[in-house]
């Protein structure tokens, strides 16, 4: 029962966190002037077919992007590098595959397996540091995107389709392409067939964390890496690995765009989904299902918003706002509930032992 | 009492690099010789122009009053990567403020939404105790959303503005120092060797300055001073060291981080004044990452202003580099650098610190390569100048590296002892 | 006492309550002034909470402070140290890459300022003491009993007449604790009231003018020393005799089970050698302690043993077998046992529970794993076992492991230890901050490990402990073992001068 009062505790965190980044927007929409009974009429409205499939379709980016993230927030490990990394694989995936030099299916699987290299390999550079110099893989990382920045541009510009106006790589053939799905009635766009890849990482991610020998070492060096190293965990291998894990799946992240939506990559491929992953880890607590919630929300969010500056005359950037508003009150809410349970806990324990004591007592006595 | 007093040796009290004139200006000479010799040999005439030297400070500044936002922080015991949100923040504030009412009031608006950043900062890491990157991934997240959604807001419309700009801004007032200015061009136009380039440099340096680059200047002085000599200051680096002890002594922690956590934003906001004064326009995305690149110089600098000014300026002077003839500049900035770290990979074999000569020596090598097989460098690359040089520091000089003790570290009143 | 002169502090019914436990309860302490006034309890028993709420750092739930006469609470140390109080802390508080001077002026810029006259005042305070302290040194540089010394000036240089001392000698040697009761009693004949808070019974009676008891959170009596025995302590501490951990038959074979030889290590920092050729062996059913001051390679010790730390030199064999190139968990599956430390940082996750802890340090064998996979229903079941057959008081096993008392949590580790057949026990101060009850369980254990044949190597600084325990004592310092005693002869003092450096005794 206690376990279940714990549980429940959990999950209204979020939830308060959410109304909580609601009212503070409500604030900030009233003192600028702007209509807010329109603003959450409008991104509260019941989402149109359409909108339920880019809602699914960009969820199931975003989802990636969280567990890239989350993988290394269960060994606390701060991968702000997701960002870069799945700009970097995007590109390589999406070179690869316009080359087209094997036919059809194995091409996917090429570009796939190139993504994912490309991105660990990235995202090893910030664990090869931190193993071997000591640098911490925050600094290192956000170093690191904007390297990639830059080398994501030049190399784009390098093999930019000439003459074309759109600086892009050399689209997918059309043999190469992952088919959407019509799963939703009366929407005219299709579910990306990658929704797929989004869920077997999920799965994954499950039970390599929770049900492995290696998903343990991870977790225990998260927990505490001084009892990890006294275990007999080798610490800096698994920096590395969880580094490289976590650079695989971003490798992933881009994936989905590019199979079932742009099939090149250029100057406007979708920026800012690192970032993004990392506040929608933070919101699932790096639980699989939460962050699907997770994903589910700031798609939704996101979705929501694109209809506000038609609707009430309002920037659809106030999301933004909220979302931001949304990590940090979850993660205080997070802390919150933490205390109050390790309290409670700690109450259980003493009662137990009185109870115990009393016992005793009352056998000897 | 019996216990027999001997004074400690010298060599175990650690001697603290203390600020000396004489080091900074055989530094300067040196620099300054070495870009000499180095547009003499590869003709790359604007690796010490004035214009580059000008456009040089111009660009640090930003970075360095980030950076100084970062120390700020950082000393208090805050990591602060939300550096770059409280700087967006800036650039909405003195856009906003600066085509209504002047540059005053775009220097004040920018301060104070730089600071709105830091308070959310500090409530969310002193206050709850929330991981301190998680904070500042947050802070980004806010500074770019409500800075974006405020400035559709309030330029929509407006003449010359728009969802993504201002409109224009009226720029602090510049001014040349009196004899140094004229002195620096006079001998700018000579041909000796060392001297026309300490002209072009003290030219640069002199000539067309910003109020508001003296102001900055002010700020990283008044850090120092407000850091390093007085009670307050020692009060807030004791949080960055141990905040325990600190409390054990009565001092109120929270008080002195919130302080300088708000310190951090308006530092930050401050930066973002520059870039809207030196642009005359508020613009989106107009950072450019110089949060980051602020929190970069930081480090490089090893968590000291002396430090963080010299990262500063040269993140700054290889930005300047780029926009004049980059390709050809950059390019030959790249022999300097290359034969200054195998100095360096020579000076580390001989201090038989064989590993990282190694590693220092190759990198060297293959920027002369670089150098010596291509004719110029694609501007891209000189835009990762910052952080491939932090990344370098950090990697060659880690063990050197010394952050607060604390930082990053929650803290909660009442479990010190 | 007369009613005329006022009593240092005065402590009425002073409650304080955290999740689950009472730290304290009702408790009543009179400290008069000019003495030295020790507050006694066995770990866990409320001691230094009290202390901090004298000191400022926590607030009491009830009950009220009365300091020289007048009626006080305190918001924060600040008025504490306000109304002249000033504590030592048993863990030191002090800013490692700050100056001594630094330490001391921190919140008391007031006073001297930061800079020339305040240092003229500390040279003036440390040789007025005898104190051997550099202002200008930094801080990470100095040894245990210089960062004592910097405590003690730290609370000197804001004038406190009233002076705690947290525990103060469990870093120190005998000979370093003499020294610090001469500079109590210096302070004492200048008018200042030391209260003086330990569990070492002799200690309390060699020091203190009145010693006031403290069993589970509450005062149980203030007596003078001239009236009691350490024995009459204990039973007011504890309800009954302190365990002993007298040793008992000697067990030891011929069998040598581990042997290190040749075993040193190089301070990547490029100080001088953590560890300088150690050899020594431990046979079957033999228990060797280290004697040692912290800090003179104890740990690094133990370190290269479990494999944590490699030594670039000499062999380590256990049962015959090689390890020296093995890594921790092939050398764990070996068969060694290792208790760390610092339970905290090195022996459990505590935000884990029970049965995941069970796991730790046993994720490669049964009944934790399989092929790769974690075995959750073997280890809850084993996790079962230990908590019944070490009498881990918990509600379950599924209780995190930060909710458990020291005691408890250390059964823990120790029954984890045991488990899997080890030939080898490393206890590094398997009874540091746990409760009498707990401390005679464990002791138990590792007698019964003696007695089972394995080899044990024990790490303490509780010198009776250690004596108590070991068949051989071997005693390290600056990285090396410099003599070997023989715990049936020798004392704590004479093994404390040997600790120091001081002549081993035969």
């Known amino acids: 029962m206690i376990r279940v009062r714990s549980m429940l505790m959990t999950m209204a965190a979020p939830i308060l966190a959410v109304a909580l980044a609601v009212l503070i927007t409500t604030v900030v929409l009233l003192a600028a002037g702007d209509p807010v009974g329109r603003v959450w009429g409008t991104i509260f409205s019941e989402p149109r077919p359409r909108n339920i499939v880019n809602i699914i379709n960009s969820g199931s980016v975003l989802y990636l992007s969280a567990l890239a993230a989350a993988v290394g927030f269960r060994m606390g490990l701060f991968n702000i590098g997701v960002d870069g990394q ?75 389709v000439p003459g074309s106006n759109n600086i892009t790589t050399t689209p997918i053939p059309e043999s190469s392409r992952v088919p959407g799905m019509a799963l939703i009635p009366g929407a005219h766009n299709e579910i990306y067939g990658f929704v797929f890849l ?85 919101l699932g607590r790096n639980h699989p299902v939460g962050i699907a919630f997770g994903a589910l929300l700031f798609a939704f969010l996101n979705e929501q918003a694109n209809a506000l500056q038609l609707q009430a005359g309002v920037s659809a950037e106030i999301v933004k706002v909220m979302q931001g508003i949304t990590v940090l009150s979850v993660v205080i809410a997070y802390e919150v509930v933490r205390r109050a349970n390790r309290a409670a806990e700690q109450r259980r324990v003493a009662a137990e032992l009185a109870r115990a004591r009393a016992e005793a007592t009352e056998v000897t006595g | ?349 001989w201090k038989r610190k064989v590993a990282q000569a190694g590693v220092t020596a190759a990198f060297g090598v293959g920027l002369v390569v670089l150098h010596l097989a291509t004719d110029s460098v694609p501007s891209d690359f000189t835009g990762m100048t910052p952080f491939i040089a932090t990344l370098l520091v950090l990697g060659l000089a880690s063990q050197r590296l010394r952050m607060p003790k604390a930082d990053g570290q929650r803290y909660r009143r009442g479990e010190a002892g | 006492m007369s009613d005329e002169t006022p009593v240092a502090v005065r402590l009425t019914g002073i409650g304080k309550r955290f999740p689950g436990v009472i730290a304290n309860d009702d408790v009543n302490l009179t400290v008069h002034p000019g003495t030295v006034h020790a507050v006694v309890g066995e770990n866990g028993a409320g001691k230094s909470t009290l202390m901090k709420i004298l000191y400022g750092v926590q607030a009491p739930d009830s009950g009220t402070i009365e300091v020289e006469g007048n009626q006080v609470s305190f918001s924060s140390p600040a008025d504490a140290i306000d109304v002249g109080i000033g504590m030592v802390f048993q863990h030191f508080q002090l800013a490692d890459n700050f100056t001594v001077l630094e330490n001391i002026v921190l919140g008391a810029e007031k006073l001297h300022g930061t800079g020339e006259r305040a240092r003229r005042r500390i040279r003036e305070l440390a040789s007025a003491y005898g104190f051997a302290i550099n202002p200008d040194a930094l801080v990470e540089h100095l040894g245990v009993g210089a960062r004592q010394r910097v405590e003690i000036l730290k609370v000197l240089y804001r004038g406190a007449r009233i002076i705690i001392l947290d525990e103060p000698t469990a870093v120190l040697v005998p000979q370093e604790v003499d020294e610090l009761f001469d500079n109590l009693r210096e302070l004492k004949a200048e008018g200042l009231t030391v209260i003086f808070i330990s569990h070492k019974l002799d200690e309390v009676l060699k020091v203190a003018d009145e010693i006031t008891v403290i069993r589970r959170g509450t005062t149980v009596d203030t007596v003078v020393p001239a009236d009691v025995t350490a024995r009459d302590l204990a039973t007011l501490m504890v309800g009954s005799e302190l365990p002993s951990p007298a040793t008992e038959v000697s067990t030891v074979t011929d069998q040598v089970l581990l042997e290190v030889s040749g075993v040193g290590l190089v301070d990547p920092h490029g100080g001088r050698d953590l560890l300088t050729d150690i050899r020594f062996t431990i046979h079957r059913g033999e228990v060797l302690g280290i004697a040692g001051v912290e800090g003179n390679g104890q740990s690094e010790l133990v370190e290269v043993i479990m494999g944590i730390r490699h030594s670039p030199a000499g062999t380590i064999r256990l049962a015959g077998r090689e390890i020296s190139d093995e890594s921790t968990t092939r050398r764990r599956e070996t068969g060694i046992g290792y208790i760390p430390e610092d339970r905290h940082r090195h022996g459990l996750l505590l935000d884990s529970p029970l049965w995941e802890n069970r796991i730790l340090g046993h994720q490669t064998r049964p009944p934790c794993s399989r092929r790769g996979f974690i075995d959750r229903a073997g280890a809850r079941a084993d996790t079962e076992r230990i908590v019944t057959s070490y009498d881990v008081r918990t509600p379950g096993i599924d209780t995190h492991a930060r909710a458990l008392s020291g005691g408890n949590q250390q059964k823990l580790i120790v029954g984890r230890e045991m488990s899997g057949d080890p030939v080898l026990l490393i206890a590094a101060h398997p009874t540091r901050g746990v409760d009498v009850g707990a401390q005679a369980a464990i002791w138990d254990h590792i007698k019964t490990a003696r007695r089972k044949g394995l080899a044990v190597l024990l790490i303490s600084a509780d010198l009776d402990e250690l004596i108590g325990l070991s068949d051989r004592i071997a005693v390290m310092l600056r990285g090396a073992l410099v003599g070997e005693v023989d715990p049936r002869t020798v004392t704590p003092t004479q093994l404390g001068s040997a600790m120091t450096g001081a002549e081993v005794p035969a």
């Open chain 1, 86 to 160: 799945y700009r970097i694989a995007a590109f390589a995936a999406a070179y690869v595959a316009g080359q087209a030099w094997v036919p059809g299916i194995l091409n996917i699987a090429l570009a796939i397996l190139t993504a994912m290299l490309v991105g660990a390999m990235w995202a090893g550079i910030a664990g090869l540091l931190k193993v071997t110099r000591g640098i911490s893989e925050v600094i290192s990382t956000i170093m690191l995107n904007a390297i990639a920045t830059a080398l994501v541009a030049w190399m784009l510009r390098s093999v930019a």
């Open chain 1, 198 to 282: 989004a869920v077997a990482a999920g799965l994954f991610y499950w039970v390599l964390l929770s049900r492995t020998r290696f998903g343990f070492n991870l977790r225990a060096t998260g927990a505490s890496e001084s009892a990890a190293v006294a275990s007999g965990i080798d610490t800096k291998k698994m920096i590395l690995a969880a580094m490289l894990i976590s650079g695989a799946v971003a490798g992933l992240v881009g994936m989905p765009l590019l199979f079932g939506d742009s099939y090149s990559y250029g100057v406007t491929f979708q920026p800012g989904l690192g970032f993004a992953g990392i506040a929608v880890a933070l």
């Open chain 2, 1 to 349: 009492m019996s216990t027999p007093t001997h004074e400690v040796p010298r060599d175990e009290t650690v001697t603290r690099s203390r600020f000396s004139w004489g080091w900074l200006l055989i530094g300067i000479a040196g620099v300054i010789l070495a870009l000499g010799a180095l547009r003499t040999v590869t003709g790359a005439d604007d690796v010490a122009s004035a214009g580059t030297m000008g456009a040089a400070v111009r660009a640090a500044m930003p970075i360095a009053l980030a950076g100084l936002g970062g120390l700020w922080a950082e000393r208090a015991g805050v990591v602060n990567i939300g550096l770059e949100g409280m700087m967006i923040l800036g650039t909405f504030g003195a856009g906003f403020a600066g085509y209504q009412w002047g540059p005053w009031a775009a220097l004040a608006f920018a301060v104070f939404m730089g600071t709105v950043g830091g308070l959310i900062h500090a409530i969310a890491t002193v206050g709850f105790g929330v991981d301190h990157i998680v904070s500042g991934v947050a802070v980004n997240i806010i500074g770019l959303g409500a800075a974006q959604y405020l400035a559709a807001l309030t330029f929509t419309g407006k003449p010359g503005g728009g969802p993504t700009q201002s409109p224009p801004v009226e720029r602090m007032p510049t001014f040349d120092i009196p004899g140094l200015s004229w002195a620096g061009r006079e001998l700018a136009q000579t041909d000796l060797v060392f001297l026309t380039d300490a002209g072009a440099v003290l030219a640069g340096l002199t000539t067309r300055v910003s109020l508001l680059t003296v102001i900055g200047l002010a700020c990283i002085v008044g850090t120092w001073l407000l850091l390093w000599h007085t009670s307050f200051g020692l009060r807030v680096r004791a949080c960055g060291e141990n905040p325990q002890s600190a409390e054990t002594l009565g001092v109120n922690v929270y008080l002195y981080k919130y302080s300088a956590v708000l310190a951090s934003g308006a530092m930050a906001g401050l930066g973002g004044a520059f870039l809207v004064d030196d642009a005359s326009v508020y613009r989106d995305g107009q950072t450019g990452g110089r949060g980051y690149i602020g929190l970069a110089a930081m480090i490089f600098g090893n968590w000291r202003p002396g430090g963080l000014v010299a990262g500063a300026g040269l993140f700054g002077y290889t930005d300047a580099l780029r926009l004049r003839r980059g390709g050809e500049s950059v390019h030959a900035l790249l022999l300097l650098i290359g034969v200054g770290l195998i100095a360096l990979a020579v000076w580390w074999l």
